[in-house]
Structures are given as structure tokens and as C-alpha cells.
């Protein structure tokens, strides 16, 4: 008769602690292992801090900091970590090597105090990883043991790569944002579209976009004015606070290009980019803003020359709310044999009622789709920013809406898409087929979002 009373008050205290703790939990940090963890949230919200390890004597840790000499000629290796203090640059004249599996982690900070590794005009990076030995870039208390969650953003800073292609901005010269326009290192632009800064492969961009003044946060891969020179394929930027990857102006081609968990847009184009891309993937979470925010000029918005990036097999995988793609400001470009799946809105082209604007590119055939595929978009496939449906201009073509079954965790259709059509251009893979991949994921195994 004690043991079935005792089993019963047991079982009722059990039911009252449930229902006590299913009552509390809230959104904040749920890392045991950050200096802030919450341990009623039961969503985490990003806002996890670290406090770094102070590491031991004769460690392989190697701290960097620039007084303006920049790194020099150097080879970081991967037998050591490299921990940036600070803005680092590449001078002019500097060529910076990374081996294959090294990791670079920043500083924690803000402002001028916030940490990234920046190649200025003149200067080379060469930083080749392989699929089974990627470089990372993290921020200083990142174990690398899948503890941080990939909602965690702005620890550090990102990678800023300067060149010397042409912008469309009037003075043809700008400087970085973020960085003082005292510092002459932070500039970028110029004549020479074919302007070579080095090689990015095999690259995992991890938690980064500090906040460097007024709410302007560091991309995860800053692009400025970099030329066609420049060797970028197999990147990952992942749980950045601001854009994956920013280009401004210049003509970089890119491919095989992952952009997952960052708070603003996947992929940002402003002051004339005319790259190529192909590959390219965007994963949303429930906190990111578009899959492409593509602009064309800034000052002045009808600047010369436009921007006419060609994109082939992208995938762009939304929240259920956000947008897939935004041309304004007088922006072209051109998105073939691509997928935009779970949007809340899908294409939306900027007309005006004077001047020039994206509607003119469209016009012109400036601005195309061909080969398009928009899967589960809540509203507006494609139209402008009255809601004027252009889904049947003569610039945009062969698109469907056909359900892909693909997901943020399983980014490959369980089934063809359609059939494209190949660019013609002997620096895209000739393929056919819609979208990033094709019966495999190109990114597992040396990327955060897909280990």
C-alpha cells in the first residue's frame, strides 16, 4: 500500500515539473557552452556569446595583427590556427597562401575593433582547399566540434577580396564599407576588368558579420571590384549576420557557391557587376531576407556600365515568406536553368514612372529568364513593384511552376526539373539540367551546413 502511494505522489510531482518547465521556455541562447546561455529557451536566436580560451604556452596558435605593414609574402600552414586582431590586410605587392585544411578565426569586436582578413588592390590570395581538406575562416571560440549552433551570427568579421575591375560609380574609385576612407587599403575599382587578386577554393565562411558602425555589418565574402582574373569556385558562407556574398561592381565569375543561415540576402550585387556565375545555392532560415537583392547603380543609379551578371543552375531555397529575387536601381542580369522554391513572393522587377530603372533592362533584353522553375511562391511569380504580372514578356521564357521536391536539409530534386539549355560559353560546365545539382550534393562533406 506505501510502494503504490509513494509511485502515485511520485508520478503527480513528475506531471506538475513538466508542465511547469513546458510553460517557461522562450527564444534566446540555447549553447551550455556560450557565456549566455538561456536554459529556459527552447529556440535559439543567434545571440550566443563565447568567451575565448586563453590558449597554452608553445601552442599552435599564431595571433595576427597589422600596423600597416600588412601580412607580407607569407604562407599560413595548417599545422598552426591563425587568429586575426584586427583589420589584416594584403598590401599591394603582398601575395598571402593559405594551405589546404588551415584554420583562420577572428577576434571578437565591433567597429574598429571588429576582425577581417582584407586583400587590397595589388595584393594575392592563394587559398585552395580540397573537398576533404577545406580552409575554414571562424570566429576564436569556435571548437569545431558541431557544438555552435549555425544560427549563431556576427562573432567576427568575413573576407574582403579588392581589386582593380570597373565600377559604375562616379568617382570611379570607392572605398570599402566599413573600413575609415582614411585608410587607403580600403579602396577598390579601376579599368581592368580581367584584374587578378588570386584563388578562393574549397572555403567554409563560418558566424561572421560583426556590426562595424551605424547597424553596417561585414558580409561573409566581400567582393569589390574584383576582375575575371580572379580563380573562386566551392565556397561556403554560413550564419552570417549581414549578405552570404557581395559584389561590388567588377566581373568575378563564380561557381559551385553555397550561401546558408545568413540574416540579410544570399547573394547582393550593386555598382555594375558583370560576372558569371554558375551553382549557386541560397538556404533560408526563418530570420534571412532574400535569396538576391540585385542592384544595379548607386551613385548615379543609371551608371555606366550596367550591371549584366549571367547566372546558370541556381537553387534558392526560401523560408515561406521571403523573396527570391529584387532588380532595382536600374539593375539587368540574367538567371537561367534555375529554382526558386518556397518564397513568399517570387521575381520582383522595379518599373518607375520616369527614368530609367529594371523595367528598361527587361525591355532591352538586358534582363532575362529562360529556363525557370518558381516552386511554391506564395504570391507574384513574376512582376513589378505595382504587381503588374511580366511573366509573359518576351524576355522572360520557358518557366513553369512546377513543385520541386527539394528542401533546405535535402537541397537535390528527387526528380528532374525540366530540361535547360547550355550557355554556349566554355566556362560553364554544359549542362542541361534545372538547378545547383544533379543526383549529388557537391557541398556535403567539406561544408558547415552539409558536414
Not at 239 to 262: Q, T
Not at 289 to 307: F, I, K, M, N, V
Amino acid at each position: 500500500m506505501k510502494t503504490k502511494n509513494l509511485l502515485f505522489i511520485t508520478a503527480i510531482i513528475i506531471g506538475i515539473g513538466s508542465l511547469f518547465t513546458s510553460c517557461s521556455k522562450e527564444a534566446g541562447c540555447t549553447d551550455p557552452t556560450a557565456e549566455n546561455f538561456n536554459p529556459n529557451a527552447d529556440k535559439d536566436d543567434g545571440s550566443c556569446i563565447y568567451t575565448p580560451v586563453a590558449p597554452p604556452l608553445n601552442s599552435n596558435i599564431v595571433t595576427i595583427t597589422d600596423n600597416g605593414s600588412g601580412t607580407g609574402t607569407t604562407t599560413w600552414t595548417n599545422d598552426k590556427v591563425y587568429v586575426l586582431d584586427g583589420f589584416i590586410f594584403v598590401n599591394s605587392g603582398q601575395t598571402l597562401t593559405i594551405q589546404p585544411g588551415t584554420v583562420v578565426k577572428g577576434k571578437p569586436g565591433t567597429g574598429a575593433n571588429a576582425s577581417a582578413l582584407i586583400v587590397a588592390q595589388g595584393g594575392m590570395i592563394n587559398a585552395c582547399g580540397t573537398a576533404s581538406q577545406p580552409i575554414i575562416f571562424t570566429f576564436e571560440a569556435d571548437p569545431l566540434d558541431g557544438s555552435v549552433p549555425i544560427t549563431t551570427t556576427g562573432q567576427w568579421g568575413g573576407l574582403i577580396i579588392l581589386g582593380n575591375a570597373q565600377l559604375n560609380t562616379v568617382p570611379a574609385t570607392q572605398n570599402i564599407e566599413g573600413i575609415p576612407t582614411s585608410e587607403p587599403r580600403g579602396a577598390y575599382g579601376g579599368s581592368n576588368d580581367n584584374d587578378n587578386s588570386g584563388s578562393l577554393c574549397y572555403i567554409s565562411i563560418r558566424h561572421g558579420g560583426t556590426d562595424i558602425g551605424a547597424g553596417n555589418e561585414i558580409n561573409g565574402l566581400t567582393l569589390g571590384g574584383v576582375g575575371a582574373g580572379t580563380t573562386i569556385h566551392h565556397i561556403e558562407v554560413a550564419a552570417n549576420a549581414d549578405d552570404g556574398v557581395e559584389f561590388f561592381g567588377g566581373a568575378p565569375n563564380l561557381k559551385h557557391i553555397l550561401v546558408s543561415n545568413v540574416l540579410d540576402d544570399s547573394f547582393d550585387y550593386d555598382q555594375g557587376y558583370r560576372g558569371k556565375g554558375q551553382f549557386w545555392v541560397a538556404i533560408e532560415n526563418a530570420n534571412s531576407d532574400r535569396g538576391g537583392e540585385h542592384d544595379g547603380g548607386t551613385s548615379p543609379e543609371d551608371g555606366l556600365p550596367y550591371a549584366t551578371p549571367m547566372i546558370y543552375n541556381a537553387t534558392y531555397i526560401g523560408n515561406g515568406v521571403s523573396r527570391a529575387l529584387t532588380f532595382r536601381d536600374n539593375a539587368g542580369g540574367e538567371y537561367h536553368n534555375s529554382v526558386f522554391h518556397d518564397f513568399g513572393k517570387g521575381i520582383d522587377i522595379e518599373d518607375l514612372a520616369s527614368g530609367e530603372d529594371s523595367k528598361a533592362r527587361l525591355d532591352a533584353g538586358q534582363l532575362k529568364f529562360a529556363g525557370i522553375v518558381l516552386s511554391n511562391i506564395g504570391s507574384n511569380n513574376i512582376v513589378d513593384n505595382n504587381g503588374v504580372d511580366l511573366s509573359g514578356h518576351a524576355s522572360i521564357t520557358n518557366t513553369s511552376t512546377t513543385v520541386a521536391s527539394i528542401t533546405a536539409t535535402n537541397p537535390v530534386p528527387g526528380s528532374s526539373l525540366g530540361t535547360g539549355i547550355a550557355s554556349g560559353d566554355s566556362w560553364y560546365d554544359n549542362v542541361t539540367y534545372i538547378g545547383a545539382f544533379n543526383g549529388t550534393n557537391w557541398a556535403q562533406g567539406w561544408t558547415l551546413t552539409f558536414p
